[in-house]
């Protein structure tokens, strides 16, 4: 498998990272925040949905890096960040725009309904795939709206 690595400058650039991301789930103590540098980062199990094809009996996880830079606070809301071993899953990563930009949110929406608010300069964000990838028979699924 070729390891994954991009970064995004652009709020299109964020979507490729988001859909990269989908489904990638990690636990409250792989978020890490540092106000003095500005960094925010998560690692996570990414669902490799690249390689997913319908119809297929097993698919990958890999574990992955995903660092925000230029980050001014962070907020959360849906879950309680104390509980260091409770298991997130990243639905998609949103971005708005403040004013005439290009500081704004960056929005990490996750299932039941939680976000981790960013609020950035500007967009920067790099993902790379840290580590080989196994075997996962479970498919991530989606109700259709």
């Known amino acids: 498998m070729a390891d994954v690595k991009l970064l995004a400058l652009d709020a299109d650039d964020l979507a490729i990272i988001s859909a990269h991301m989908q489904d990638a789930v990690f636990k ?3 978020l890490s925040f540092s106000p003095r540098s500005g960094l925010f980062s998560l690692v996570a199990n990414r669902f490799v949905w690249e390689k997913a094809e319908r119809g297929a009996k097993s698919f990958e996880r890999c574990r992955a890096a995903l660092t925000f830079k230029r980050v001014e606070a962070v907020r959360s809301i849906g879950f309680d960040r104390n509980k260091t071993e409770e298991v997130l899953s990243l639905l998609a990563i949103r971005f708005a725009v403040k004013g005439e930009g290009p500081d704004g949110v960056v929005e ?3 299932a039941g309904g939680g976000v981790i608010a ?4 500007c967009i920067e964000a790099q993902l790379a795939d840290t580590g080989g990838a196994w075997e996962t028979t479970s498919r991530p699924a989606h109700e259709a709206d």
């Open 28 to 30: 409250v103590a792989d």
């Open 108 to 110: 990490l929406v996750l």
């Open 118 to 121: 960013l609020d950035v300069e």
